[in-house]
Structures are given as structure tokens and as C-alpha cells.
């Protein structure tokens, strides 16, 4: 069976360094804030260029404390796109935020700009673009519609660290956007050994407030001056991410890699690939097919797992039905029925790309 991705393969040069540094936190006996946190959001900030960086319990709360270190009121909008992972939509949810969602592109999954346009009203105070996929969405762009208006631009990094805009800058590191939020999820390009998330940004108070949030309202102990969060990233966390961290670039690369080989020589006139922007770090690698179960199946039996990023779009999902009127959109809602997640996991073998490019051009 060739697995849709295998989290510890990646890690095995550097596995015994890692067991060390878990042992050395044990012996020091400082699992909460421990020095090895601070090492790790100063390597991040340094890996993004940015100014600041928050690390923090994972990317769900990376999300909701972006925004309610923004102190918006109640009921403000919250712009962003139909088609991603739950967590962004319930992070304004949770930030006592309207979200109002947008549909996406014909051929690439990420947040249609002029749809954005249509949406902006005298409410909207914060437009949140998902790199989905590891596709960077052009920020600048959406920074053309929302000039002179007073909306700010948190963006969801949680697939795309080392992600680069068309300028060159990274993701999480440009003044773009206002806040950037990435999830360390064990699967993400750049994932812990459990649930842990880092906040960019170039904003000082921001950071500052940020900082307090994470970490139940306060920096100086017992002098609460915040909402607070108990949303710390273990110290056991930050000393597996400072070796990790140092294999992400060459990793970026091999997903790079792949991902031209399936897009140079998948041809199936009944599979559809999509676009991704040049910058983009593949995350995934998602093709589109009209009859998806058979498709599935055929899959499966020829012994290739896949992922599906989503089978549904934020609309379709119960708890938004249940709380929000019935809203529709075609690309979004098109894309979730035909998506298909190829595995792309940068120890996949030459001999393993070629076996899934041939199975399915034989489809
Ligand atoms: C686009 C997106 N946003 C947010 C998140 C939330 O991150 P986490 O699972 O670390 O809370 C994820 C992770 O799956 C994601 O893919």
C-alpha cells in the first residue's frame, strides 16, 4: 500500500537528536515556557523574516486569538473563503465574529478577489485568505479593494509554511498581512509530534497582546490584563520543532518535486489537475474527477491511499446549516464533490510517483 503520508519518515536523520532533546527537557524539568519555546519562535521568525512570533497551542487558537487581539465589536464581518478547513470558519465563530463566507476560483481553490469586492460593507473589518493547499492567494491584490477602508488581513498559513507571494517574500514574514496564523499539526510541511501553532506578524502591540492572550492574559505572572487563553506551545513541543524546522526547506523542495512530476505527467482526459500558484509548497496535491467514488475505488484497489481537503464546503457542513439561512456557491460547492488528494509526501520513492502517475493515466 502506498500511504497517503507516512509522519515519521521524514524524521529519521534527525531522530536521535530529537529523543535527546526530549530527554534534556525531562532532566531540566521545564515543560511550560521552557527555553527551547523562545529558541523555536526566533528560528520561525527568522524562517518567515518577520518581526514577532507567538507560538501558541495549535493553528485553531492561532486563528481565534489573531483575531480577538484585534478588539473588534461583536457582530463584525469577517470575510473568507467557502471552501477550507473547519477551523477557520470556527475561529470567528469562537472570536464572537460574523462570518461571511465567499466562494472560490473556477480553477484553483482559493478565495475568488472579486467575490471579496462584492461582499465588503461598512461591517466588514477583517478578510481572512487561506493558502490552501500550500497555493499562496496574492494579497496585494486584496489589499487594492481594501485600500483607505479599515479592514484588517489575517491570513491562514496553516498549509503553506515557506509558502512565497510572486514577489519573492514569504508567507507569514511580508507586511501583507496584518497577522499570519500556522498550524504545527503533525501532518502539516511543518508539523510537532501533537497539536501545536505559531502567529507571525510585524505589528508590535499586536505580538505584545498576542503574547498575553496565549497565555491566560498575562506576561508578568499573576498580572492578568487580557481575555486569556491557556494555549501555550509545550516546551517538549518547541525542542521536537527546532530540529524539525531545520529539515522544512529541503522537504519543501522534494514536495516541489513531485508535484511537477504528477503535473508534467498525469494526462487522463477524465482527471483534471488544478492551478497552483508558483510560490505554492503543495501541501497537497488535489486533482479533480467527475465520478469520484468509482474513482476511489479503483484507487483503493490498486492499493493507493488518497485524502480528501474537503468533501464538503463550510455551507454544507450541519452546524453552519443549523445556524446561518441557506446560501450556495457553485465553484466551492463543484470542487468539494470532484476533489481528490494525491499522496504527495516528500519520502514517497521515484518508483512510487511512477506507479501512482501510471495507475491513474491507465484509469
Ligand atoms: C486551513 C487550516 N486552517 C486552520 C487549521 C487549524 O489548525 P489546527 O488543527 O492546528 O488547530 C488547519 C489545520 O488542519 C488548516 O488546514
Do not use: W
Not at 499573576?222 to 526547506?249: P, V
Request: proline letters at 2%; a positive charge; hydrophobic letters at 35%.
Amino acid at each position: 500500500m502506498i500511504e497517503f503520508y507516512s509522519l515519521n519518515k521524514s524524521d529519521k536523520n534527525i531522530k536521535k537528536k530529537i529523543l535527546k532533546s526530549i530527554s534534556k527537557v525531562i532532566d531540566q524539568n521545564n515543560f511550560i515556557m521552557g527555553s527551547d519555546v523562545k529558541v523555536f519562535e526566533n528560528k520561525f521568525k527568522y524562517f518567515c523574516r518577520s518581526k514577532f512570533a507567538i507560538s501558541c497551542a495549535n493553528g485553531t487558537d492561532a486563528l481565534t486569538m489573531s483575531l480577538i487581539s484585534l478588539n473588534l465589536k461583536p457582530g463584525s464581518e469577517v470575510i473568507l473563503p467557502a471552501m477550507t478547513y473547519i477551523s477557520t470558519f470556527y475561529s470567528v465563530i469562537n472570536a464572537n465574529l460574523k462570518p461571511v463566507l465567499v466562494d472560490i476560483n473556477e480553477n484553483d481553490p482559493l478565495i475568488n478577489i472579486n467575490e471579496i469586492k462584492k461582499k465588503i460593507n461598512k461591517y466588514t473589518k477583517v478578510i481572512i485568505p487561506v493558502h490552501l493547499y500550500g497555493s499562496v492567494v496574492e494579497i496585494n491584490k486584496i489589499k487594492k479593494i481594501t485600500k483607505g477602508k479599515n479592514i484588517f488581513i489575517v491570513d491562514d498559513c496553516a498549509q503553506a509554511h515557506g509558502a512565497e507571494y510572486s514577489n519573492g517574500d514569504r508567507v507569514g514574514g511580508s507586511n501583507l498581512a496584518n497577522i499570519s496564523t500556522f498550524s504545527l499539526y503533525p501532518g502539516k510541511n511543518l508539523g510537532a509530534y501533537g497539536d501545536a501553532g505559531i502567529i507571525t506578524t510585524n505589528n508590535k502591540n499586536i505580538a505584545k497582546k498576542i503574547a498575553k492572550i496565549r497565555n491566560q492574559g498575562f506576561i508578568k505572572k499573576f498580572n492578568h490584563e487580557t481575555i486569556g487563553f491557556n494555549s501555550r506551545l509545550d516546551t517538549i513541543q518547541a525542542s521536537i520543532l527546532n530540529h524539525k524546522i531545520n529539515n522544512l526547506k529541503k522537504l519543501n523542495k522534494l514536495r516541489k518535486k513531485i508535484a511537477s512530476i504528477y503535473k508534467k505527467n498525469i494526462k487522463n482526459k477524465n482527471i483534471k489537475l488544478i492551478e497552483y500558484s508558483d510560490g505554492s509548497v503543495f501541501h497537497q496535491f488535489v486533482i479533480r474527477v467527475k465520478n469520484r467514488k468509482l474513482f476511489l475505488k479503483y484507487l483503493i484497489k490498486r492499493n493507493i491511499q488518497y485524502g480528501l481537503h474537503y468533501p464538503h464546503t463550510i455551507n454544507q457542513t450541519k452546524f453552519y446549516k443549523r445556524k446561518f439561512s441557506k446560501i450556495f456557491f457553485k465553484n466551492a460547492e463543484n470542487f468539494a464533490k470532484q476533489c481528490v488528494s494525491l499522496p504527495i509526501d516528500p519520502m514517497l520513492t521515484i518508483k512510487e510517483i511512477n506507479y501512482i502517475v501510471n495507475t491513474i493515466n491507465k484509469y
